[in-house]
């Protein structure tokens, strides 16, 4: 059962996915020339996926000024956009 509490917190992180503005983590996704680029937030990915907690680890990206780059190549933008909601979602 769920409390009126657990279900706000899990309905304002869900939020951050399409309405903030303060993301740390730019995801590359795709080949040239269908490369689209996706912003997140890094703590929210790692939190709920396996794949991101490794994935971001400082080795495998680089930061910038607005945070950390991670680049993934080998993935149809599309695909990921559907990955990406599906965290959000969790």
């Not at 279900?7 to 996704?29: F, N, P, Q």
């Not at 689209?36 to 910038?64: C, D, M, W």
């Amino acid at each position: 059962m769920t409390t009126s509490l657990e279900r706000h917190l899990v309905k304002s992180i869900a939020a951050l996915h399409k309405g903030a503005d303060d993301y740390d983590v730019t995801l590359e996704v795709g080949q040239q020339p269908n490369v689209e680029t996706f912003q997140a937030h890094s703590v929210i990915l790692r939190a709920v996926s396996p794949y991101f907690k490794a994935g971001l680890a400082k080795k495998r990206t680089h930061e910038n000024q607005s945070g950390f780059v991670f680049k993934k190549p080998n993935i149809e933008p599309a695909v990921f956009a559907m990955i990406l909601e599906c965290v959000a979602a969790i």
